[in-house]
Each structure stands twice: as C-alpha cells, then as structure tokens.
C-alpha cells in the first residue's frame, strides 16, 4: 500500500511556518495564534494517521456465463485498523457493464468491521475475463494523507456466444466407418431404403419386401444404407475483420462456429477446429460433450492478430485435416490468404464449403465520388472471388449481420444438391 500525501499538507504546513516566521520578524504573537491550527491538524493527521491494514476477496457467483446473462461480484472487505474513509472502485472490463451496485464507492470502516460490496454485471459480450481488479484509496480524517492500494484480478469468467440453434446442417459427401446419423453411400445396415435385390441365403427374414416378392413371384429383399459418422473441421478465418461499434465479422463467425459444432456434435459426427489468422490455433477431431467444451473454449480465445507473414494451408499438422473430412470454413474475405488455402484445400480434394460472414453492413461507402467507386469495385471483386469458388465446386452463401444461421446453411446445401444433379 503506497503513501502519498494531498497537496494541502503542504499548504497548511507553509502557512504555518510563515504565521511563524512572521510573528518573529514583526513581533506579533496574534499571528501565531493564527498559523498555529493549520500546524496542528496537519501534525494530528501525520502522527495519528496509521497505515490501514485491509484483508480484501474477490468472487463470483458462478465462472461461467451465456450473452446477456447476469453474474454477481461480491469484493469482501475486512478492516483490522480503523478507516475515516475508503474510496472503492472495481475495474470492469470492456465486454462487461456493472448494471446494479455503485461504482466507485465511499465507505466508513471501523476495526474489526467487515463489509461486502456487491456489484450485477452484464455479460454483453463473448470471451474470456479476468476479474478482481480494484482500486482503493484510505484517506485520514482531514484528507491530507492517503493510502493507496491496487489488487490484481484473480476470478476467471468465461462468457460464452448464443446465436440461434440450427435444424439443418450441410451434409457430408464422405462418411467414416463409425456409427451415426449420417446416411453414408454404401449399402449395410440401416434404416434408410437403397435398393431391391434377390432373396439370397444367410438373408434376414425381417429383411423381405412381401409386397415386391409377391408381384415378382420370388422373394425379394430390401437394401439400406448404412448410418456413419463424418469429420467435419470448422474453419474460422481470424486473420481481420471489418467492425462497427460493439460488433463485428469475428463476433458473428464464432457464434456461427459455437452453434455448428454442437449441431453435429448432437449428430455423433467427430468435429475439429482450425482458427487460421495472424495466430494459427487448431484441435484435432473428437466427438462428445468434452469436444464442445474444448472447442468453445479455444473460440474464446480467438483474437485479430496482425501478421504480415504468408501462411498457407501447409503450415498445418496433417492428422488436423482427416482424408474426406468435410472443411466447413466461416471467412468474411477481407484477406486473400485465407482464400488461397481454401482454394488450395478444394485443388487438394477435400469437400470444402463456406458460409461468407459478409462484412458490408460493417463497411459503408465514402462520401465523395472516388469512395464511392473505390466501394463499387471492392464489391466486383468479391463478386468475382465467389464466382471463382463456385466454378470449383465450392459453395458460397452469404451470411449477413441479422439473418438466420439457417439460411445460408441451406443456401449450400441446395447448391451441393443440385451439382451432385448435374454430376450425375
């Protein structure tokens, strides 16, 4: 606890040496009796003034927290010296907004008193914080000295995005060889009819089409696909962003990241996670509720890191991308080396798709006529940037700041129908 001493000690403490000096010189004694108070109180609070000495905790009601919910702060003050005065101010961070409770506060505390001051904050942002940060300030019974005290943050609150929930997810064109809800390609067990054949031995009973069997006059038997699971790699684009007050392309695409892992997570499929940006970030595939909670947690982690050095998919780990894993990839195309690894992932023969969060309403047009055009061409250029996407098969569907996630979920699951349409 730091001493520092207000600008009137010294004041006080001048007038009364020239009240002194004064009187010697002029040989007025009433000028003593006047500069002798000023001595006094600036003398009482500098010897019976002591340091206080505080015991102080920090917690929360709960470590985490959805968008918009509301955690409580109890910061527990416990005096063993008397205090005249205790200014109290707790450190809220950006993202968080104290909604009940005063901030700063002024407080009297006797020995031995204890006291709880009790802050609501407001979770108005996705992230991880750090809390407990306090500033306080004890000031003696004239003001003139102070101590001074700050506590480091030492409570971790983890805030983690809503967005709405997802009823239809793009479909795999690979599956793997572990059960799920997948409807795979090949015939095996399962629920989904594929075809008739001949009654052969060794056939299930239950398997037969009476139906089928009697117009044709043998026994004919029906044929399913099998339900496997699939990989599916979340692939989140956090090189920039464009922004606009409290919102931005990053808020939106890990939301969008949080609501599609746990959509096929429910789905039994093994999902992973590649964050590719100034600092590369990745999780391996897995599947559970435990996946959810490692993937969510690095999303909170994700930040704009601002690196000018080339990056291209083959700085990756090769067990990240699994042979037909399907990249899901969340990109607002601001920066060309995220669409390079894209295009070079596609050239690579993954079934790659995107959901572009569209950073237009983040980007107005300019005021004079070069702005303007300037703006136009920007917008040509993304244009042109999809038309090369889909050219290589690689869906497309914009995502703006306000719609359903669901929409341009099935925008590329229409498109991914209607070209495995024209394959065939």
């Known amino acids: 606890m730091t001493r520092s001493f207000d600008p009137k000690l010294g004041v006080y403490a001048g007038l009364a040496a020239f009240g002194l000096l004064a009187a010697l010189a002029l040989g007025l004694p009433e ?18 003034t002591e340091r206080p000495r505080l015991e102080i905790s920090f917690e929360l009601d709960r470590p985490t927290a959805l968008e918009g919910e509301r955690v409580t702060a109890v910061l527990r003050l ?27 506060v002024a407080l009297r505390l006797t020995a031995r008193e204890e ?10 942002r996705w992230g991880g914080y750090t809390l407990g940060r306090a500033h306080l300030r004890a000031t003696s019974r004239f003001g003139l000295v102070r101590h001074e005290l700050k506590i480091e943050p030492s409570v971790e609150l983890k805030v983690y995005p809503t967005a709405d929930a997802v009823r239809t997810l793009v479909r795999p064109r ?27 031995a060794g056939d299930r009973v239950r398997r037969i089409n009476w139906r ?68 590369l970030n990745w999780l391996l595939p ?11 947690d690095s999303l909170l982690d994700t930040e704009i890191i601002l690196n000018y050095a080339w990056k291209d998919i083959d700085v990756l780990p090769r067990r990240t991308l699994p042979p037909q894993a399907l990249v899901l990839a969340l990109t607002p195309f601001l920066d060309e080396r995220s669409s390079t690894a894209l295009l070079d992932l596609r050239a690579r023969g993954f079934d790659v798709a995107i959901v572009e969060v569209s950073p237009l309403p ?46 341009p979920l099935e925008e590329v699951r229409a498109f991914r129908r209607f070209a495995a349409r024209g394959r065939g």
């Open 31 to 48: 000028l003593v009796a006047l500069a002798a108070p000023l001595a006094l109180v600036a003398a009482f609070d500098l010897l019976l």
């Open 78 to 104: 416990a005096a063993r010296t008397p205090v005249e005065r205790l200014e109290v101010l707790l450190d809220v961070p950006p993202g968080l907004v104290a909604v009940e409770g005063d901030n700063p």
């Open 115 to 124: 006291r709880e001051l009790t802050r609501i904050l407001a979770c108005e």
């Open 174 to 200: 690979e599956t793997q060889v572990f059960s799920g809800n997948q409807v795979a390609r090949e015939k095996g067990e399962g629920i989904e009819f594929a075809d008739l054949r001949p009654f052969l």
């Open 212 to 279: 089928a069997s009697a117009r044709r006059g043998q026994l004919w038997v029906n044929e399913s696909h099998a339900e496997r699971n699939a990989d599916v790699i979340i692939f989140l684009d956090s090189f920039t962003e464009a922004r606009r007050g409290g919102s931005g392309t990053l808020d939106l695409a890990v939301k969008a990241a949080t609501v599609i892992c746990d959509a096929y997570l429910r789905e039994k499929d093994r999902v992973g996670l590649i964050s590719f940006g100034g600092v």
């Open 286 to 296: 897995g599947s559970g509720l435990t996946q959810l909670y490692r993937i969510v």
């Open 362 to 407: 983040f980007a107005a047009p300019g005021a004079g006529e070069e702005e303007e055009l300037a703006y136009r061409i920007w917008r040509l250029r993304r244009d042109a940037l999809r038309g090369r996407f889909e050219r290589a098969g690689v869906p497309v569907a914009v995502w703006t700041s306000g719609a359903p996630l669901a929409a």
